[in-house]
């Protein structure tokens, strides 16, 4: 049976009128939805580091020119400014797109690599994911609450190197997709963002120690091709609680379950099920 097209499919001069529609709109529920957001920044560093973590910037292996990598760094860094030593306190709630909503005000961003309806494209303000995923491997690494999150829903090449597992990544979306988490301890958290020529780093920061130290791991990674020949990969994700002194596990939550199809060879060797009919 053949998809139902959408009426903006239909009609493509209504694609900015239903965009601001949807902004508007999901601008207006964080408004009425009773939540604290945070927004506060501040040029000094909390005393302790919860987590760090950085990548490279440029991904080679995407089969598109290299000026949509170059124009991602851009609206990287302009991104970047908006969140650059924002402070998350108790009670408060990050929302990746209510911290850089403003951040192409007067500087515009570059058209950078998207997937628009689950495929890789060229688009404005492309590429603002590899920050979303930094952020939410740190978010994981700490003891915050996901309110929303969704993961990409196609691989389209290999992922750069990274010290996150699999499974691990924030799609955002203006109006449609966000990234937000709450803090529902008693620690101020602060969000700090930097780059140097190849790599973004990001990092976690604590007003106090508390003796505790979280890891965001895998379990239970699978790749299985359906009947129609694409790959999937699933795999869950937990966060293990650590006692800081001695490492000792203090106990474990299964976070989700991400699902994604995966659209590039996978390295020789990978184990591959067949889907059970």
Not at 24 to 50: I, N, Q, S
Not at 126 to 132: F, P, V
Not at 163 to 177: F, L
């Amino acid at each position: 049976m053949a998809r139902r097209k959408r009426l903006t499919e239909l009609f493509p001069f209504l694609i900015p009128l239903r965009r601001w529609q949807r902004k508007a709109f999901f601008y207006w529920k964080m408004e009425r939805d009773g939540a604290r957001y945070a927004a506060e920044r501040t040029a000094e560093d909390l005393p302790w580091e919860v987590f760090s973590s950085r990548c490279p910037m440029v991904n080679a292996d995407t089969g598109f020119p290299l000026v949509y990598q170059q124009n991602k760094v851009f609206n990287l860094k302009l991104a970047a400014r908006c969140l650059d030593g924002l402070l998350i306190r108790p009670g408060e709630t990050f929302s990746f797109w209510r911290c850089v909503r403003y951040a192409d005000r007067d500087t515009p961003y570059k058209d950078g690599l998207a997937e628009v309806n689950g495929k890789l494209t060229a688009q404005y303000g492309g590429g603002l994911c590899m920050l979303s995923n930094l952020l939410f491997w740190l978010f994981l690494n700490a003891p915050l609450d996901i309110v929303e999150r969704r993961g990409h829903d196609v691989k389209d090449f290999p992922e750069p190197a990274s010290d996150a597992p699999q499974g691990v990544d924030a799609t955002v979306a203006e109006g449609w997709q966000d990234l937000q988490v709450r803090n529902g301890t008693d620690t101020v958290y602060e969000v700090r963002v930097s780059f140097d020529e190849t790599y973004i780093t990001g990092r976690l920061l604590a007003d106090r120690d508390t003796g505790l130290r979280y890891a965001a791991e895998n379990r239970a990674l699978r790749y299985v091709r359906r009947a129609d020949g694409t790959v999937w990969e699933t795999v869950d994700v937990v966060r293990r609680t650590l006692a800081a002194d001695t490492g000792q596990c203090l106990g474990e939550r299964k976070l989700y379950t991400n699902t994604c199809r995966i659209g590039y060879p996978l390295p020789a060797g990978t184990e591959i099920e067949e889907e059970r009919r």
